[in-house]
């Protein structure tokens, strides 16, 4: 079999210039890609604007710059790289035909990190499976944490999302010339990039912009109103005696930048009723006009948008309990606004499955992703709107995860890299290939063809078809009603 490496390089003229690639097993890849200029300057804290044309090839072989700016391994258990450079606002394709006119169906990644980190540049994210299979992959960086989502009195809200559009925009005007179809677009975004699909479904400006969406433990803050947003800007001044403004932020350092930020996420008595998500989309009332979980409940926009979306079950069980901890569970889970008949189903439902460690930990998987996704898709089963729901279950073996489906640890699976740097610290030795085919050919038939195929039914109001991710991948009626009556109709958690 000739190597690809071998191969001679493969040139793709942009309406900004040409950029040059190279192929790997199943197709060929083009990293780097700007489609906006660099954020930095008067553009800072600007929204996004479209890249100068270059009169040479632009060399496409290794990733971007990414706004991480911390190592990987300080972050997530995901190995999310982070590249230094100023060309912030960068994309990378993988295409298994870059001829135009091949009419391929695209899958648009945007990646997690509680929109404070996160890299498109993991190897958890190469395309090659989906090339393979016949999809267009692309992975996008944006704006991250203060830089894109700190609300600044002198510039535009949510600039994180803006670059979403941004990038969306630059696949409906330039994909066909790497052999995608603009018409076959899904998104889709793990953690805060399924935050990022459903702010996208909820965004008008977003809309015609793709066809299909997958929120992979997609995660909001919540409240979201504006209200909220200038609380917290109201918090990073008190904390760092720095002016929440552009103007005067737009010289600081990426090092003094960080600081600031990691001053403002810290825990405190000053911050007991700000989120988990404290730089995240928001409600500004102009992009997006009103809270996403709202919007979404109503079916104001994308609703008929075939969606994807689901959760693994024990998605931050293991995060460490913030204060002492407090031997009355019962205590502990009124924080989170649960009576003494709910907690009693809660501590029901988990009494054979979590330890007592951890179930504050379920408490802050249901409250962020579990509960809320679950009323999304109830709330579009009653609209009648394309929905599919799953639940991921197949445990972690790795020393550390406690045998339990943990934050992160599906990916592998849907992207099918099983033998990707990273994810046998992640999910154990010898991960299940035969669960990685059925994922990833799930997502592979919802990308071609807007539904994840036969085995999977709609989820609907009646039967509440869900799909089990596990060692025997299965479809079961509501299996999440305790979730459903454990946490409906509560108040947002501070």
């Known amino acids: 079999m000739p190597d690809p490496a071998a191969a001679p390089p493969v040139t793709v003229r942009t309406p900004h210039g040409p950029v040059r690639g190279e192929r790997h097993a199943t197709g060929v890849r083009f990293l780097g890609i700007p489609y906006a200029q660099p954020p930095v300057g008067e553009l800072r804290f600007a ?3 479209p890249p100068d044309p270059w009169a040479g090839v632009l060399d496409a072989t290794s990733y971007g710059p ?19 450079g100023a060309s912030t606002l960068n994309l990378n394709v993988f295409t298994p ?3 135009p006119g091949a009419g391929l169906p695209v899958l648009v990644w945007i990646h997690g990190g509680g929109f404070v980190a996160g890299s498109a540049a993991s190897p958890w994210y190469d395309g090659r499976a989906f090339n393979r299979d016949g999809v267009v992959l692309v992975s996008l960086g944006y704006r991250l944490g203060v830089e894109g989502f700190l609300h600044l009195p002198d510039a535009p809200d949510n600039r994180g999302v803006r670059d979403w559009i941004a990038a969306l925009e630059w696949v409906r005007d330039t994909i066909a010339r790497f052999g995608g179809d603009p018409g076959k677009v899904t998104v889709a975004g ?7 699909v459903q702010t996208l479904l909820a965004t008008p400006a977003a809309q015609g912009l793709f066809r299909a969406a997958i929120s992979v433990s997609g995660a909001v803050m919540e409240p979201q109103d504006r209200a909220t947003a200038e609380a917290v800007s109201r918090l990073f001044t008190a904390r760092t005696g720095v002016a929440a403004t552009a103007a005067a932020l737009r010289e600081a350092t990426d090092s003094e930048l960080l600081a ?5 996420l810290a825990p405190g008595p000053d ?11 928001f409600a500004d009332g102009e992009l997006v006009p009103r809270p996403v979980p709202e919007a979404l409940a109503a079916g104001d926009t994308g609703a008929d948008v075939p969606l994807l979306a689901g959760f693994t079950a024990h998605e931050f069980n293991a995060i460490p309990r913030p204060g002492p901890l407090d031997d009355d569970p019962y205590a502990m889970l009124a924080a989170f606004g649960l009576d003494a008949r709910r907690a009693r189903l809660f501590l029901d439902t988990h009494a054979s499955s979590v330890r007592p460690a951890l179930l504050w930990g379920q408490a802050v998987t249901d409250v962020v992703f579990r509960a809320p996704t679950l009323a999304i898709a109830d709330a579009r089963a009653r609209l009648g709107r394309p929905t599919w729901l799953y639940q991921f279950t197949r445990p972690a073996t790795a020393p550390g995860f406690d045998g339990l489906a943990y934050h992160c640890t599906d990916l592998p699976f849907a992207f099918d890299l099983l033998d990707a740097e990273g ?10 290939q035969h ?12 990308v071609r063809e807007l539904d994840p195929g036969p085995s999977w039914p709609r989820y609907s109001s009646e039967g509440r078809q869900t799909m089990i991710w596990d060692d025997t991948p299965r479809v079961e009626a509501d299996p999440l009603r305790p979730v459903r009556e454990t946490w409906a109709h509560l108040p947002p958690t501070s």
């Open 190 to 196: 793990q953690s805060a990039g399924g935050g990022a």
């Open 97 to 99: 035909d870059p001829s």
């Open 423 to 432: 994810v046998t610290a992640a999910l154990g030795e010898d991960p299940p």
């Open 271 to 281: 911050r007991a009723r700000l989120q988990l998500l404290a730089l995240a989309p």
């Open 435 to 446: 669960l990685a085919d059925a994922v990833h050919a799930a997502w592979v038939a919802f």
């Open 260 to 264: 600031h930020q990691d001053a403002l």
């Open 66 to 84: 990414t706004a991480q700016r911390r190592p990987f391994a300080e972050v997530t258990t995901i190995p999310e790289p982070s590249v230094p």
């Open 47 to 49: 929204a996004p604007v």
